[in-house]
Structures are given as C-alpha cells and as structure tokens.
C-alpha cells in the first residue's frame, strides 16, 4: 500500500506559481489530461484514471477531510481495458461521477507538486508528499509546510474534500466550495 500527504488548495496564479518554481529549478515532469470515474463505495473512494486517454490505473483509497496535510492510504493497480473495468464496476458501485482535468507536474524532492485545473470548477495546487518509509513521515510534513509558505497557501485556500466531492455539491447546487 501507498502512502502520501498532501494538501490541496485554490490557486490564483498558476503562471506566478510555475515562475517560483522555475526559478527554484524544480524539476518539470510533464503535462497531462486525466479522466477519473468515481464508482460509489460505502468507505474511502475508488476511482479509475486514464492519462491522456493511453494508460489507466484503479486507485482505491482512503483520505480523511481535514484541513492539514493529511495522510492518504492507496493502492495503484494497473488496468489492460478501461472501458471494460468501468462497466462491470459501474454495475457493481453505480458511477458516482466523472472528474476531466489538466495537470502539470513538477517536483520537490518527495513532494510532487500539481498544477490542476478542474473543469467546471478552476485551478487548484496539490502538495502529495510520497512516503516510502515511515522515518520519512515528519521531513516529507516539514517540506510539506515549507511549500506551503513559499506559494503563500492560507489557511482559507485550503480545500478539504476532494475534486468529485466539490463538483457532486455544485451540480447539486450547494455552493459550499
């Protein structure tokens, strides 16, 4: 099992963030398209990604709501035939919705840092600090925090829910984003 943590807020600016970046010679890893279908299941959440439309991966995984950077549990188990795993997860969960968005990818040490944009819903950053030992635990937070504080990230950025959590509560006309 896979272990992260991570942050996720709004963001204004991603060019000014991408220039702080660029300046500090983070590592540019590439741009892509993901499509994440979330399927209903009673704990955690369970999605399939497929980048730019060429490669997917089911990603079950548990995360709690909080407005600190949190610990997420999961698993990455690469998918042959998406459209085929999508359809027999859907008869079984229900498709729960659909998340199109446009990610750059850059890196800090660990921590990989997203650029998102959401359709529908805007531009976020997310700090997904990587965990392959547990030692690595309390660095990855301080590092965590320190990016926090060079991207000026405010308390009131921070985003508690996930990407498919927001948009469920827009499409149900519940603006609490």
Known sequence: MGLNI?????????KALEEVMQKMNFPFEGAEHQTDTFFNVPNGRLKLREY??????????IRPDVSTPRNSDYVLLDVKDPN????ILENMFGLRLVVEK?????????????????????DFIELEGVITNPSQREETLQKIELLMNLFEINDDDIILNAYVDMLEKMKLGKNEL
Request: proline letters at 2%.
């Open 102 to 122: 446009s990610r750059k990818i850059y890196m800090y040490d660990n921590i990989r840092v997203h650029l998102d944009r959401i359709e529908d819903l805007g």
């Open 52 to 61: 730019n439309n060429k490669s997917a991966v089911l990603i079950p995984y």
């Open 6 to 14: 991570e942050i996720k807020a709004r963001c204004k600016n991603h």
């Open 84 to 87: 085929q795993t999508i359809d």
